[in-house]
């Protein structure tokens, strides 16, 4: 994460007035396409992959996350092709450093470019269509609160976050 000065002119009384602002790039610069408050989805042009930027406020069980992703969509492949990402593919969306947002009031630590995916709920871990081998009846998930990745027991809830190639 690095910090990104931004400078602002402003008129104020006949004078000018320059004024510094500090924004966070929680992610480089070039990692995504350009996108405003209204866009719905997001290319990371590293990998290719267009990403659900809006993710899910309902955690389901890992069975419900395939017909789910299917349902979704959005621009710029509104008749659908969206799926649940591999484990690889969902940890290439945790930062290498956390930044902090409130959440319900509370300052809580996220992994996640908040830019990119606002509102990135942490309040559970995030399914991937990666079953573990090691451990049957459990898949990959990824904690945007910790940075982490586990397995989860399919049978529990969890959000998901939708992809596209």
């Known amino acids: 994460m690095r910090s990104v000065r931004r400078l602002r002119v402003v008129a104020v009384g006949g004078g000018i007035v320059t004024l510094a602002t500090f924004a966070r790039a929680d992610a480089p610069i070039d990692q995504y396409s350009l996108f405003d408050q209204t866009t719905q989805s997001i290319q ?14 309902t955690t389901f069980l890992y ?3 395939f017909a789910t992703c299917s349902a979704v969509t959005l621009a710029p492949f509104p008749t659908g092709g969206w799926r649940v990402p591999s484990y690889k593919e969902l940890l290439t969306l945790v930062d290498e450093v956390p930044h902090e947002e409130y959440e319900n009031g509370q300052l809580v630590t996220k992994y996640i470019d908040s830019h990119a995916f ?14 573990s081998p ?13 940075g982490l990745s586990q397995t989860t027991d399919v049978l529990t809830n969890a959000y998901v976050r939708c992809v596209h190639d």
């Open 44 to 57: 990371d042009l590293r990998t290719g992959l267009y990403w659900q930027r809006y993710a899910s406020t």
């Open 63 to 65: 069975k419900d996350t």
């Open 118 to 131: 606002p509102g990135t709920s942490i309040g559970s871990v995030y399914w991937s269509s990666s079953l």
């Open 134 to 146: 090691a451990t049957p009846g459990t898949a990959f998930t990824v904690s945007f609160h910790f």
